[in-house]
């Protein structure tokens, strides 16, 4: 079983930047996948990013390319989420997820490729 905490979330104003953190417990981190989804108001949950468990390959969605970056630190068992250059449309309720898989260099982007999930932290992004 793995427990996901995530934190750092918050308001911020539009062209701010802000940094998420997800802190996993239990099982071996460094052989999960992790990911980053949000949900807004209304809407489905959708990918954000993801990195692999070796932290060597990486992936984003359309919207946040350029500026999200996806990391991990394995020693922390934390995975983080910088985020700049926010826009309103940001605004969503985020979730780090985990992938038990143990692929090394695959980068899952699927919900349904992730079994275990955190609680979420709210972003607010104000124009």
């Known amino acids: 079983q793995v427990q996901l905490v995530e934190s750092g979330g918050g308001l911020v104003q539009a062209g701010g930047s802000l940094r998420l953190s997800c802190a996993a417990s239990?099982?071996?981190?460094?052989?999960?996948?992790m990911g980053w989804f949000r949900q807004a108001p209304g809407k489905e949950r959708e990918f954000v990013a993801a990195i692999s468990w070796s932290g060597s390959n990486t992936y984003y969605a359309d919207s946040v390319k350029g500026r999200f970056t996806i990391s991990r630190d394995n020693a922390k068992n934390t995975v983080y989420l910088q985020m700049n250059s926010l826009k309103p449309e940001d605004t969503a309720v985020y979730y780090c997820?985990?992938?038990?898989?143990?692929?090394?260099?695959?980068?899952?982007?699927?919900?349904?490729?992730?079994?275990?999930w955190g609680q979420g932290t709210q972003l607010t992004v104000s124009s």
């Open positions: 239990g099982r071996i981190f460094t052989s999960y996948a």
């Open positions: 997820a985990a992938d038990p898989r143990g692929y090394s260099h695959y980068v899952p982007s699927q919900i349904s490729e992730y079994n275990y």
